[in-house]
């Protein structure tokens, strides 16, 4: 909880009961040492990729009563009003946050890519080549979570049991993987589609895959998804969203329009191309089969020291980007979602027992409603005309300054200035942020606009600009932060698409279940970077150490 009238109350009351139980630390110490031994014996955090609150609310129906969401909501604590506190609101990002208890501010992650301004090169955020790739002839393994800048829940944990706990990530997108998964981590394994559709990893954590990744790649499970996709249940009683056939979904290679079943032929019938089944919802089922087998064969949960598994669902992405937020497609997804959670649950109480494994669930960010739906029943939305901004753009920087390389990169709603340029025009860096952010304001789909000396110099304590810094590195960030209207994206028209600080991108489902969580709700607001202080409170271990959040007091049995 990130309330700021909190800290002080809570600092007053930690040192009373300190002073008032002085005399009973020696009995207090046995009850810890119990208490420790209560820990769970492994705990999942689960990150469902661009994931909004309301798929919990709007699909709960269709929810099965023995599924994933519902045991989660029913069973354990859910946190209704829970946020992001930074843009932009990516996967990297959104990944990196959950894990380490902060924001780009800190740890870094400033953006899936984003332009190096020290080296003057566009970067990856998960991107190493000074590592190998394992498992796999293409680059796709050149990995590492070295930009991210402090540590993670699970690095913490690897300190605490003097890394006898094991900590694994897994995930079809690489940096879903490694983030998650820290810089101490056993390994993290995210999927290679294209021409081989294996499970693959970097030199960073191994040598060689162990001999059940290989063999599980082996097995054709992989293959076996790709195949056509028809709704799990019968298409007429989706009636939580949209008609099947509309102009604000996009369409497979080789499809002719946006409607189940979906059995794009020039796309499966590539025998090579792997890469359809992240589009698909059997692309989650892919990482919940090897979750499990991940769990089974590492023996995660098996003794009293805990062990981490992090997983990430990246297909609910995918398909959301493609089709949108009010699609069906979206609706099957998370329908077949709720089942692979349920299996899910199911292996863990199987191999590690129920109630003593303890369970967290969240997205990496939201995701708008399709503009062009929202503006079809008159709600204020749009697109970015990126052919006319680039002219006017060009057109102010030639007029005002005489060249246009003053700007050298616009990425994550943010321009990056040339500051050589600047200081060989005789200008001042501050001038030249004002004029430009000056400029961008009478573009009119932008809404405010921020340079990064107010980012220096003001400490925002709410709304949008409170975002914004929270997002803002002084090392990474640029020059020129631009906030675009609400409902309006740099985006096709189909589909939805995230990355902003508006509400609909920032409300992230946040559920926690089993040891040591108490049954029940709050609207309260909470915030992404107060999970890994709970868990770490759950685990009695340290916080990471770049931790802004608060533990979520109202979650943990204590
Ligand atoms: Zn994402
Ligand atoms: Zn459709
Ligand atoms: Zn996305």
Known sequence: MSTNFRLPILAVLVTFFSIISGFSQRKAKAKDDSALKGNPKLVVGIIVDQMRYDYLTRFYDQYDDEGGFKRMM???????????????????PGHASVYTGTTPATHGIIGNNWYDKENDVEVYCASDDSYASV???????KMSPHRMQVTTITDQLRLHTQM?????GI???????????????NAAYWFHGADEGKWISSSYYMDKLPQWVIDFNASGVAGSYKKAWTTLKDISSYTESGSDNNVFEGLFEGETSPTFPHNPQEL??????????????????LTA????????????????ITDFLAVSFSSTDYVGHKFGVNSKEIEDTYVRLDKDLARLFEALDKNVGEGEYTVFLTADHAAVNVPAYLKSIKIPAGYVDNDSTKEKFANFLKYKYGTEDIVKNFSNYQIFL???????????????????????????YVDRVYTGYQMWQNNYTSGIPYILQNGYNQKRSGDVLLVLKPGTITYSKTGSTHGSPQIYDTHTPLLFYGKGIKKGSTVERTEIPDIAPTIS???GIAFPNGTTGEPIVEVLEQ
């Open 537 to 539: 409170s759950l685990l």
């Open 135 to 141: 498992g796999t002839t293409s680059d796709a393994g």
């Open 418 to 444: 040339d500051h050589k340029i600047i200081n060989n025009l005789d200008l001042e860096v501050r001038e030249v942020q004002e004029d430009i952010a000056k400029e961008f304001l009478s573009y009119d």
């Open 289 to 304: 089969d090897f979750a499990i087998e991940a769990l089974k064969q590492e023996e995660l949960g098996k003794d009293d």
């Open 164 to 168: 006898q706990g094991k900590t694994i």
């Open 74 to 92: 029913e069973n354990g604590f859910n946190c209704k009003n829970n946020h992001y506190n930074y843009a932009p609101t990516s996967t990297g």
């Open 268 to 285: 499966l019938n590539k025998n090579k191309d792997y890469d359809i089944i992240k589009s698909t919802p059997f692309g989650n089922s």
């Open 171 to 185: 995930a079809l997108k690489d940096r879903g993987a490694i983030l998650p998964a820290g810089h101490a981590a």
